[in-house]
């Protein structure tokens, strides 16, 4: 009886983290978008701040895995490193360099409104791939968190209303504020790097799960992610653009970005969202996707 009750406690604590966590994750992105689009707009070199917003993410996981898993560091296997390598390809390289291309060409609103085809496109490569079998795609049809969340998902991808502008705040040199309109925007090549990112976003889902199978490990998963993705970052960087110039990082909006993502939204967010899959307590994690493109907006 003792372990029956600490099992069903374990499982009200996973059914009950696992949403809140979920929203967490949302919350965090929110703050993301916002701070990319103020430096993105300033001109930086994207596969700079995905190099060294990895780095950090790595660092700050580093603790966790040398605490909780680290006896599991050797336990890495060339089938586990090549998924290592697919998770951070699709989860970050990939997903977040288009996403900042993206971002630069369109507006946070229109980008954050683009992450809620995520969990449909998910949803669909996940049948595709025999992820989901019919039984079990019954069963979760009557899970209310199921229901909710993907239909709020498709009305919010469908969904081409009011977009809102959030004008670039960049330093004069005599260091007073100043408020620049939103330059043109190149919408149509912005929508195709958006699009892009979330095709990858949603292959990474089906790709962290496959990376679990071979290694049970989040932290030290998410951090071998993390430097792999580095080192990633750093030759599709070195190879569009090798200047010094574009690869130094100052104290500014750069700075704040690259520690705020590399620690909260690559290190935290891939731990929290390798848990949810983990323990399977929600179909698709990314359909709390829609609640950032209210956060965002508002």
């Not at 507006?107 to 085809?117: E, I, V």
Request: some cysteine.
């Amino acid at each position: 009886m003792g372990c029956e009750n600490e099992e069903s406690k374990v499982r009200t604590m996973e059914r009950v983290g696992s949403p809140l966590s979920m929203i967490l994750v949302q919350i965090l992105s929110t703050g993301m978008f916002l701070l990319s689009k103020l430096v993105l707009d300033g001109g930086r070199f994207i596969f700079a701040i995905l190099t060294y917003r990895c780095i950090v993410g790595a660092l700050f996981v580093l603790p966790f895995a040398l605490v909780m898993e680290r006896k599991k560091w050797s336990e890495v296997n060339w089938i586990a490193g090549f998924w290592i390598f697919c998770n951070a390809l699709t989860g970050i390289t990939a997903a977040m360099a288009l996403y900042y291309y993206g971002l630069r060409d369109t507006n946070a609103t229109y980008g954050a409104s683009f992450l809620n085809l995520v969990p449909v496109v998910t949803f669909l490569f996940a049948v595709l791939m025999r992820e989901i079998g019919i039984r079990q795609s019954r069963r979760k049809d009557k899970d209310p968190w199921y229901i909710a969340l993907f239909r709020g998902a498709m009305v919010l991808s469908m969904y081409f209303g009011l977009t809102f502008h959030i004008p670039s705040l960049h330093l004069g040199a005599n260091g007073n504020k100043q408020i620049t309109e939103a330059a043109d925007h190149h919408t149509a090549r912005g929508t195709l790097f958006l699009v892009g990112s979330c095709i990858s976003f949603s292959a990474w889902a089906i790709v962290q799960a496959k990376l679990l199978q071979v290694y049970p490990f989040k932290y030290c998963a998410t951090m071998y992610t993390c430097i792999v993705a580095s080192l990633q970052s750093l030759a599709f960087g070195w190879a569009l653009n090798s200047k010094r110039s574009a690869w130094k990082l100052q104290w500014d909006l750069q700075l704040l970005l690259v520690l705020y993502s590399g620690a909260l939204n690559t290190g935290a967010v891939f731990c929290l969202v390798s848990w949810v899959v983990a323990i399977k307590a929600l179909p698709i994690p990314h359909m709390f996707n829609a609640l950032s493109l209210v956060l965002t907006s508002f």
